[in-house]
């Protein structure tokens, strides 16, 4: 794995032998998964199986770190109590110390353990969403977790992950596992084993591989409020519409969800420049992550600094139409090309026939608009398959911030740095 010497978070620490960090293939546990929901419904570990978890989980126990599979993306695991084995995991990442970092339990009576209340309103989200990809922020029960977990708030972030393999191993290591996404901090995160292993072999204890993600972005992170209004901290795999579903009241943004009040297509502010500046958003992206660094610790993961970037400068194209989406982003990629940038595009399948032939030197498409669900599952492998083309100037299309679409649309200018460019 290249070192990214100019990160603020460059990862601290590293075992010095990739070796050290052990694999362990679920031949069971992939059946019937890979590109599947991500349930954990029907699906029993085997012998072998169990007695991998069985390893995996006595690692944890003696404060070691171990990624794993969850619904939405591998998670890189420590037990949460243990503040030398969550050391391990900020260091292992490179994650700034103030990002606070998400439990994960495998029990409903394990929440009034770590938690001193639960609403009533997320106790509805809890019989509607658990095991799956919802976070709820709880007043933490004092000196239970360690303090890096909750980074010296009074909350917690908690979920019960909705993957056999994460449930067996959470049952197995009987702790509350704190775990956050098992990628190197900025990057993009992992749906697959090997992509944890791109990226943090020889930081990490060990490797569980349950094949891919089902739901493919993390979870939704939500705290309720005293009134019983929810507030979205982070948009993910269980979308507004639903939580309102259950609550019977809107969910509220607790920050600006991208592109909240443009349609798809239509225009943004910000510009990424051609040639594109050395970081990726260009100079409102680089104040952006400074200004950051000095704002308060924020309530959920994915809320402060910039995350998911790929390698190259990425810029989000929107504007009145897909032709004029498609036209702009044409002409700025055959720009790019002409100044000696390595060029890529993500686009939407619909699109493909508005673009000349080869637009960009990789092209990937995220299928159809009318599927978000597969656009959530292969995000985060598109945006990794530009750093394996060596990518310096990506260009992305946008979609519809309904369903999903808020979520991935999140995690797009998340990646870009806020990097919007304006098609009309």
Same mark, same amino acid.
């Given at each position: 794995m290249?070192?990214?010497?100019h990160?603020?978070?460059a990862a601290?620490?590293?075992?010095g ?6 694999y362990w ?9 890979d590109?599947?929901s991500?349930?954990?419904?029907? *699906?029993?570990p085997?012998g072998?199986?169990?007695d991998?978890i069985s390893?995996?989980?006595a690692?944890?126990?003696?404060g ?7 619904e939405t993306?591998?998670g890189?695991g420590a037990?949460?109590r243990?503040?030398a084995?969550?050391e391990?995991?900020f260091?292992?990442?490179g @994650?700034?110390s103030?990002n606070p970092?998400?439990?994960?339990i495998a @029990?409903r009576?394990?929440?009034g353990?770590?938690?001193t ?7 509805a989200l809890?019989?509607?969403f *658990?095991?799956g990809p919802?976070?709820?922020v709880?007043?933490v029960r004092p000196?239970?977790?360690s303090?890096l977990?909750t980074a ?14 994460a449930?067996a191993?959470l049952?197995?290591?009987d702790?509350?596992?704190?775990a956050p996404s098992?990628n190197r901090?900025?990057?993009?995160s992992?749906? $697959? ?6 990226d943090?072999a020889g930081y ?9 993600a089902?739901v ?6 939500v705290q309720v409020?005293?009134?019983?209004t929810?507030?979205v901290?982070?948009?993910?795999g269980i979308?507004a519409?639903?939580l309102?579903a259950?609550t ?5 943004a607790?920050e600006p ?11 943004g ?7 594109p500046?050395a970081?990726?958003g ?6 952006a992550?400074a ?5 308060p ?12 970037a790929?390698?190259g400068?990425l ?6 139409s897909a032709q004029?989406v ?17 060029t890529?595009l $993500?686009?939407f399948?619909?699109?493909?026939? $508005?673009y ?5 030197a990789?092209?990937?498409?995220l299928?159809s608009?009318s ?8 995000l ?9 083309a ?5 260009l992305?299309e ?23 460019i304006?098609?009309?």
């Amino acid at each position: 794995m290249t070192e990214d010497k100019h990160s603020p978070f460059a990862a601290q620490r590293r075992s010095g032998h990739i070796e050290s960090t052990l694999y362990w293939s679920l031949v069971s546990g992939k059946e019937g998964r890979d590109g599947g929901s991500g349930s954990s419904a029907g *699906w029993q570990p085997g012998g072998s199986d169990l007695d991998m978890i069985s390893e995996a989980a006595a690692l944890l126990r003696s404060g070691e770190t171990v990624a794993f599979p969850t619904e939405t993306v591998y998670g890189l695991g420590a037990d949460a109590r243990n503040t030398a084995a969550v050391e391990a995991v900020f260091a292992a990442k490179g @994650r700034p110390s103030d990002n606070p970092l998400i439990v994960h339990i495998a @029990r409903r009576e394990d929440l009034g353990r770590l938690v001193t209340e639960v609403h009533p309103v997320a106790e509805a989200l809890i019989d509607a969403f *658990w095991p799956g990809p919802l976070t709820l922020v709880l007043p933490v029960r004092p000196g239970v977790l360690s303090p890096l977990v909750t980074a010296g708030l009074d909350t917690v972030g908690v979920r019960m992950p909705d993957h056999p393999v994460a449930l067996a191993l959470l049952r197995a290591a009987d702790c509350p596992v704190a775990a956050p996404s098992a990628n190197r901090s900025g990057r993009p995160s992992p749906t $697959l084993a090997a992509h944890v292993l791109e990226d943090l072999a020889g930081y990490i204890g060990g490797v569980l591989d349950g094949g891919a993600a089902g739901v493919g972005l993390e979870s939704t992170v939500v705290q309720v409020q005293p009134d019983g209004t929810v507030a979205v901290l982070r948009p993910g795999g269980i979308t507004a519409e639903q939580l309102a579903a259950v609550t019977g009241t809107e969910a509220a943004a607790a920050e600006p969800a991208a592109g909240a009040d443009t349609p798809a297509g239509a225009s943004g502010g910000g510009s990424v420049p051609v040639p594109p500046a050395a970081v990726p958003g260009g100079e409102a992206g680089a104040a952006a992550q400074a200004a950051a660094g000095s704002s308060p610790a924020p309530r959920a993961p994915g809320m402060k600094y910039t995350h998911y970037a790929p390698r190259g400068a990425l810029g989000i194209v929107r504007g009145s139409s897909a032709q004029r989406v498609a036209e702009t982003a044409a002409g700025l990629l055959q720009a790019a090309q002409r100044a000696g940038e390595i060029t890529g595009l $993500l686009l939407f399948e619909e699109h493909r026939a $508005l673009y000349p032939a080869d637009p960009a030197a990789c092209t990937v498409s995220l299928g159809s608009l009318s599927s978000p669900e597969e656009a959530a599952r292969f995000l985060y492998a598109a945006l990794r398959r530009f750093d394996e083309a060596g990518a310096t100037y990506i260009l992305a299309e946008a979609c519809p911030v309904t369903g999903l679409g808020a979520a991935i649309m999140n995690r797009l200018m998340k990646a870009a740095g806020d990097s919007v460019i304006d098609a009309e």
